[in-house]
């Protein structure tokens, strides 16, 4: 398997995760642009690297690209040869570029799957929504499905716009966690606790709920519930939540990340 862009963020996360669960790291090979950058990866984690994406994919049966959107076409484009000529599995992680682009690119007749991991993934913990293109058989979609599994969950979207959505929820999701998290760790601070007890305390209670949340037979809304007295300090805490706007808000930062994603395939390079 050849990640392109192997040792960013995203692939590296993904990379990461699969070589902790056991995947062999030899059969991954990560491309770059900076040499050292890539080196260090290959060196962490124990795959092989290449600066030479055309010698990378020679012999690949699954090449997946993981640069940044904006970087696609040019790569795509210089990839199209040799990949239309062998047609590997592609998968690609990028945000906001419609199947329909990479058949321009990449030429006619190439299995693409589409998918959408977060950076979770590199502890085991990620999502990747995945959606299928044209001409990609039972077995291919096994072999994303794998590369899902092995570092999270996965989920199959029939729409190819049920990406965007998956973006709004689990792509981004995270930086809204994250965000979250710093605003409380601000707050704490302020308020006077040290920096360093209230990120323990931030993140031990992020990590707490979400374990509790996943692992409990009720909803969310019961175990936040659950957490509030009659006239207690969540109750006061939640109000100002709620009063606030925080549900509108989220709702409508959700809908922003999902029309930017709708926004980026309007702005490609043809
Ligand atoms: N960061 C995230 O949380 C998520 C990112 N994605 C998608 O993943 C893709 C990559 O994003 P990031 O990892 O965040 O970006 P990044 O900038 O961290 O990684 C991209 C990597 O590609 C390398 N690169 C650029 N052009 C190249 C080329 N022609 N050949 C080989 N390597 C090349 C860069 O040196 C860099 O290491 C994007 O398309 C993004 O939409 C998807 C889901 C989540
Ligand atoms: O912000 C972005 O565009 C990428 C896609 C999903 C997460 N990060």
Known sequence: MVFIGGAGNMAG?????????GYPA???VATGRDEQKLKDF???????????NLAAIEEADVVVLSVKPQGMKAMCESLAEKVSARKPLVITLAAGIPLAAYQRWLGAG???????PNTPALVGTGVTGL?????VTDEHK???TQMADAVGIALWVEQESG???VIAVSGSGPAYYFQFMESMIDAAEKAGMDRADAERLTLQTALGAAKLAVAADVDVAQLKRNVMSPNGTTERAIKRFQEGGLPQLVEQAMGDCAARAAEMANELDK
């Open 13 to 21: 996360a993904v990379i990461g995760g699969m070589v902790a669960s």
């Open 26 to 28: 030899d059969n991954i």
């Open 42 to 52: 290959c060196k962490r984690t124990g795959v092989h690297g290449s600066t030479d």
């Open 110 to 116: 190439v299995p693409i799957v589409r998918a959408m």
């Open 131 to 135: 959606y299928a293109g044209d001409g």
């Open 142 to 144: 096994s072999v994303a």
């Open 163 to 165: 990406i965007d959505q």
